[in-house]
């Protein structure tokens, strides 16, 4: 199995960025998706995820109203739009899938994910 995000960058604060993850050799239909991501000297936590039916979405608090997560099954890929970001938003993004196939909404513990990328940079500049 294989997720590799990218798409990240440098960008000014209010600027938009869209991160993508393209799986591969996973049961990608089955699968629920996270992104998460982690600053320097923090733990490592979930952004947005989505159901392995793309029904059930969640987004932390600190994210909610800017940032859109959807997925394409054409592509096997999960897509997450980052728009007026802020500094705070500064962290290598991951991407990651949900260990149990065909779960019911989204887990919202790390260790219920499997699979990870290898992060993409996001540096939003004040």
């Known amino acids: 199995v294989q997720l590799q995000a990218c798409g990240g960058g440098l960008v000014q604060a209010g600027g938009s960025l869209r991160l993508s993850c393209a799986a591969s050799?996973?049961?990608?239909?089955?699968?629920?998706m996270g992104w998460f991501r982690q600053a320097p000297g923090k733990e490592r936590e979930l952004v947005a995820g989505i159901s392995w039916n793309g029904i059930s979405m969640f987004y932390a608090a600190a994210v909610k109203g800017r940032f859109t997560i959807s997925r394409d099954y054409a592509k096997n890929a999960v897509y997450l739009q980052m728009d007026s970001l802020k500094p705070e938003d500064t962290a290598i993004y991951y991407c990651a899938a949900d260990k149990v196939p065909l779960r019911l909404g989204i887990p919202l513990s790390i260790y219920e994910f499997d699979y990870w990328g290898q992060g993409t940079q996001v540096t939003v500049s004040s």
């Open positions: 050799g996973l049961a990608f239909r089955r699968s629920g």
